[in-house]
């Protein structure tokens, strides 16, 4: 059996990302970085900057104080957080390098 405690309304730096498995079918998790604590989840097929800003504002809605975000280098999504401090992780920035 596997039991499920709802994270409690606290600050948070959140990390987020998507991981593919196939095509089309990805988990796109809200993690935070303080506790280490899975936050949210969705099932998606596509990633999307409207899917990352629906899951900070449904954070929000549950209470969350987001201090920070942690994400991947997508296209306007760092620019996509007015009031958030963003950050680029570290691993993205690297590739990066690596690919330019």
Request: proline share 2%; with cysteine.
């Amino acid at each position: 059996m596997v039991s499920f405690t709802a994270p409690k309304a606290r600050e948070v730096i959140v990390l987020m990302d998507t991981t593919y498995w196939g095509k089309g079918f990805g988990v796109m998790l809200f993690k935070d970085s303080i506790s280490g604590q899975n936050l949210l989840k969705y099932y998606v097929k596509y990633e999307t900057n409207a899917v990352y800003q629906q899951g900070i504002n449904e954070l929000k809605d549950k209470g969350f104080a987001i201090l920070a975000i942690v994400c991947d280098g997508r296209k306007g999504l760092t620019q996509s957080f007015h009031e958030i401090p963003v950050q680029m992780c570290q691993f993205h920035q690297a590739a990066n390098l690596r690919r330019y």
